[in-house]
C-alpha cells in the first residue's frame, strides 16, 4: 500500500538525521539539524613504516570526510615524537605545509611519495609490531587519535607487505 510505503520512509529518513546528528558532536544542540552541512571525519589505513634512523621516522593515513562542509587538518602530534611535521611532495621535492584541506565528501591522502607526516625528535625509536599513538587536530572538528601500526621498513599497503 502506498500510504504504508511512504510512512517508512519518512521513519527511516528521521531515523537518519538522527544518526548523522548524533555523530557530529558539537551542533548548534537546538535541534535545527539537516541542511547546514558539517564535516564527518574518519581515519583509515595508517601506517608506519619502521625507521632506518632513530630520530625521524615517516607516517601514512587517509583522512575521509562524508560530511557536505570541508575542514582543515591544522596539526599532528604524537607521544613517540617530540613534533610531527606535514609536508607534500610535489615534483619530488617536499616542502612542509602548515594544513591541509579535506574537502567536503572527499579525502586527504597521506602515502608512500606523495603528502607524509614527518615524526621528527624521536623519543624512542619504534619497532616492526609496535602502535604508536597519533593526535589529529582540525580546524572545525573535535581532535582524532589514530593508532598507527609499524610496519616493515619496506611496507606497501597495496600488497599487505
Ligand atoms: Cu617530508
Same mark, same amino acid.
Given at each position: 500500500m502506498r500510504r504504508r510505503t511512504a510512512v517508512?520512509? @519518512?521513519a527511516s529518513a528521521l531515523a537518519g538525521t538522527l544518526a548523522l546528528a548524533g555523530c557530529s $558532536?558539537?551542533?548548534? $544542540?537546538?535541534?535545527?539539524?539537516s541542511g547546514s552541512g558539517e564535516a564527518?571525519?574518519?581515519v583509515s589505513g595508517p601506517y608506519m613504516p619502521q625507521p632506518v634512523s632513530a630520530d625521524m621516522a615517516a607516517g601514512f593515513l587517509t583522512v575521509t570526510n562524508k560530511g557536505g562542509a570541508g575542514d582543515e587538518l591544522t596539526s599532528v602530534t604524537s607521544e613517540v615524537a617530540g613534533q610531527v611535521t606535514m609536508h607534500s611532495t610535489?615534483?619530488? @621535492?617536499?616542502?612542509?605545509?602548515s594544513s591541509f584541506a579535506v574537502p567536503a565528501h572527499g579525502q586527504l591522502v597521506f602515502k608512500s611519495g606523495g603528502n607524509h607526516l614527518m615524526f621528527e625528535k624521536l623519543k624512542r625509536k619504534p619497532e616492526q609490531g609496535q602502535t604508536v599513538?597519533?593526535?589529529?587536530?582540525f580546524a572545525k572538528s573535535g581532535p582524532l587519535t589514530v593508532e598507527m601500526p609499524v610496519k616493515s621498513a619496506t611496507y606497501n599497503p597495496s600488497t599487505g607487505h
Open positions: 517508512l520512509t @519518512a $558532536g558539537s551542533g548548534s $544542540g537546538s535541534g535545527s539539524g564527518e571525519l574518519s610535489m615534483g619530488g @621535492a617536499m616542502q612542509e605545509k599513538t597519533v593526535k589529529l587536530t
